[in-house]
């Protein structure tokens, strides 16, 4: 049975403290790019968020993924879908939500550099101490030490329905499973959403 990971439960003011730091980094550093390249599905948000803040019309998308819950098969980020547009000399910003391994924003700026832009720069909201890739901007940096799974805002169903199954290993029925949450991995949630998931997703045979 494994064990569940400490979990963050980030707000929308958290998102909205972010995008500001971002923007501001950004500016500071005479750097507005003329095309934002989100990452599916992570980096949409951010990217919006961000295109908005800094007067960027032009979002494109690229998705550099790990597969299933944590990783893909060979345990390496893949580019699964290309870019959904040109960027051939544009100057770019890659954007995603966190830095955790940093493979998968790696990956992307590697892809998107061969598409001939005439700059290409990363940003993220988080940065977590660990990541093998640092990004150029980043709005909050997350010390090794201290590493948690981050539940963000745009994911928030889908990560309650994973990490709830997970616990529902521990112990069967929708209250044990809110306690398991808040005990094992520090997420309080409302028995209401839980109740929502199991609709959907059967938690246990009871």
């Known amino acids: 049975m494994e064990d569940l990971p400490r979990c963050r439960t980030a707000t ?12 501001e980094l950004v500016r500071a550093a005479d750097a ?13 948000v951010p990217a919006r968020l961000l295109a908005d803040r800094l007067g960027v ?5 690229l998705r550099a993924q790990h597969w299933g819950v944590t990783a893909t098969p060979t345990g390496e980020a893949v580019v699964s879908e290309g ?24 990956l992307a700026v590697d892809h ?5 832009p005439s700059s290409v720069e990363s940003a993220a909201f988080l ?5 093998k890739f640092v990004p150029t ?15 963000f805002p745009w994911n928030y169903w889908e990560d309650l329905t994973a990490l709830a199954s997970r616990a529902a290993e521990f ?36």
């Open 12 to 23: 929308w003011d958290d998102v909205e403290r972010w995008a500001d730091r971002l923007e």
């Open 32 to 44: 507005v790019p003329e095309t934002l390249v989100g990452l599916t599905r992570g980096g949409w």
């Open 57 to 61: 019309h032009r979002v494109v998308s």
């Open 83 to 106: 870019l959904s547009g040109p960027v051939k000399g544009q100057r770019v910003l890659v954007v995603d939500d966190i830095t955790d391994t940093g493979d998968s924003l790696r």
């Open 112 to 116: 998107v550099r061969r598409a001939g």
């Open 127 to 131: 940065h977590i101490g660990h990541s």
């Open 137 to 151: 901007y980043y709005a909050e940096e997350i010390p090794r030490g201290s590493w948690a799974w981050v539940v």
């Open 171 to 206: 112990g069967p029925g929708l209250d044990a499973v809110r306690t398991t949450l808040k005990e094992k991995a520090g997420l309080d949630v409302p028995l209401a959403d839980l109740r929502r998931v199991a609709r959907h997703h059967p938690l246990s045979k009871n």
